[in-house]
């Protein structure tokens, strides 16, 4: 499995954890275990995931691509920070579980695609 591949796929069940906490927020049952779980999973495998999409960001120096790494979630995180006091925190992180949902999931099924075989030359239809 690609580091591509492991980047796409915690972004989407990342994405998918802070939406399942924010539908259990909007049901008001946002006490619990349960919620906490979801939020620190999606946390980590969100962090995962904008840590790879900003490696991708640069081009091949591996020390840019370390420091972009670090420096994408944290940007992020920062912009999350300044949104939270302005309304509801569990529904501006599910705003963003949701993109990056939807970032992921599409980046990940046009990586699936490429990787399929051609049936003859390389000009066949």
């Known amino acids: 499995m690609s580091l591509r591949t492991v980047t796409m796929l915690s972004g989407v069940v990342g994405g998918v954890c802070w939406l399942i906490r924010l539908g259990l ?4 049952t946002s006490d619990g275990a349960l919620v906490d779980v979801l ?3 999606g946390l980590v495998l969100l962090g995962i995931a904008l840590a790879g999409i900003g490696a991708r960001l640069v081009g091949r120096e591996v020390w840019l691509r370390a420091i972009v790494a670090v ?3 944290l940007l992020v995180w ?3 920070e300044v949104l939270h006091p302005a309304g509801n925190p569990a529904v501006i992180d599910g705003v963003l579980g949701a993109v990056l949902l939807a ?3 599409r980046r990940l099924l ?3 695609e490429r990787e399929k075989p051609r049936a003859h030359g390389a000009h066949s239809r």
């Not at 927020?25 to 008001?28: E, I, P, Q, R």
Request: with cysteine; glycine share 10%; proline share 5%.
């Open 78 to 80: 920062s912009v999350l």
């Open 110 to 112: 046009q990586h699936r």
């Open 71 to 73: 420096a994408f979630p």
């Open 103 to 105: 970032i992921c999931g």
């Open 39 to 41: 939020q620190w999973a």
């Open 25 to 28: 927020d909007l049901a008001g």
